[in-house]
């Protein structure tokens, strides 16, 4: 395990860092400010943020998300959310090594899986995207499903309900394998899971009803938009472990649910099957843990899991930095600083969109909000900063002088 431990500590030290220059070049959209705003307000009892306008959990069933008030009360910034998500994805290859291990896979090739997990595009994207519910979905899946592959029921169950408790998808999901596993593995913990789900989603669906609410869901239909996209999806999250989770045959079935949310999503805001989008968080769970199941039928395929994942990460595609041709985005300091002082200053604020880097900074100020309205003005700057020597002249103090969100830009 030694050697998973200090992958996880790499891998959470590059994400932390590549994560706050991202914070800093003010390129955060706003879900991470509406996050943080909502854990403030949290602190008196109410979840509303002007991110959303509405009250958090009357957006999605994320009671799990109380867990992190305290922490938030002590120490109110986005780079605390930051560093708990790069903390979290990062975290769940320790109990997906320890799954393997009690599949019966060696110590060598457990390890090789958990650093595959760790180089998986997926698992960097969710790492460099927005914060979300969904952060907390692989650490929280693999040790539900290490716990329950010892039969422990009471830790199952916790795991249960906190998946349960992050959104509403995620509790279906919840339902689905606690049948799967009443059916074909243990009948207690599946029975177990089963009840949690349900009370959990009876207490939702009574409170969205009391408070004359729907949770914020895309609409869904049989017409496949992006054909490829959803190919690319599945390929993409297969490759970094060698194709290792088609060794474990038709139980790859179990896995169709969690597929099927983003294939016969209909057109919404972005496109759900890119790679690094917090909708792929289930996928790239179940993908994993059935890696390791499928290294334990085949354990060749541990040899050439690492050699896939860095192909895949650094050549075909990445959703961050981590690519070739890319860099750190440049910080307008003089920009962050102003964030910074409505941050800090208290008082009210109307943002407009095209300020969602300076929300995603300033919420925690409770008086800041984001205009929801379109705003005519708004511009779409460069993904991704491709000139390295803007970048490293900027480490020495000569910043381009024309910037888009981090990226330098013609005049």
């Not at 792929?280 to 050699?307: D, H, K, N, S």
Request: proline content about 7%; overall charge positive.
């Amino acid at each position: 395990m030694r050697t998973t431990y200090v992958a996880v500590a790499v891998y959470a030290f590059a994400y932390v860092a590549l994560d706050l220059n991202k914070l800093y070049a003010l390129r955060y959209g706003a879900d991470l400010g509406t996050y943080l705003q909502t854990f403030v307000n949290l602190q008196h009892g109410s979840s509303w943020n002007f991110g959303e306008w509405k009250p958090h959990f009357a957006v999605h069933d994320s009671w799990a998300l109380v867990a992190l008030v305290p922490l938030i009360a002590l120490l109110p910034r986005a780079e605390t959310l930051i560093v708990v998500q790069v903390v979290a994805v990062a975290a769940a290859a320790i109990p997906l090594v320890l799954l393997a291990r009690e599949v019966g896979v060696s110590a060598r090739a457990a390890n090789l899986l958990g650093i595959a997990y760790l180089l998986s595009p997926a698992t960097q994207g969710l790492s460099y995207d927005n914060f979300s519910e969904n952060v907390f979905v692989p650490v929280l899946a693999l040790w539900g499903g290490l716990c329950a592959r010892k039969r422990l029921l009471w830790p199952t169950l916790a795991a249960g309900a906190l998946l349960a408790g992050l959104k509403e998808d995620e509790l279906l999901f919840v339902l689905w394998f606690g049948a799967a596993c009443a059916l074909w593995w243990d009948r207690r913990i599946g029975l177990g899971l089963v009840l949690t789900a349900g009370l959990i989603g009876a207490v939702f669906v009574a409170v969205e009803h009391l408070g004359r609410v729907h949770p914020n869901v895309p609409p869904y239909g049989l017409r496949v938009f992006n054909v490829g996209g959803k190919l690319s999806l599945v390929a993409l999250l297969l490759a970094p472990f060698a194709f290792a989770p088609l060794a474990i045959g038709r139980r790859l079935l179990l896995g169709v649910p969690l597929l099927a949310e983003i294939v016969f999503m209909q057109p919404w805001n972005y496109e759900p099957s890119r790679l690094g989008s917090h909708y792929v968080a289930p996928l790239l769970a179940g993908t994993a843990i059935a890696a390791a199941f499928g290294l334990g039928r085949v354990p060749g395929f541990a040899r050439a899991m690492v050699p896939c994942a860095l192909v895949v990460t650094l050549l075909i595609f990445n959703d961050t930095v981590l690519r070739p041709g890319r860099w750190p985005y440049i910080v307008d300091w003089n920009a962050y600083a102003r964030a910074v002082a409505l941050r800090d200053s208290g008082q009210g604020a109307l943002l407009p969109r095209r300020d969602e880097g300076v929300w995603a900074v300033s919420a925690a100020n409770p008086n800041v909000r984001l205009d929801p309205r379109p705003d005519p003005k708004f511009a779409r700057c460069p993904a991704y900063d491709t000139n390295a020597g803007a970048f490293f002249a900027s480490l020495r103090g000569y910043a381009p002088a024309h910037l888009c969100g981090g990226v330098p830009v013609g005049p």
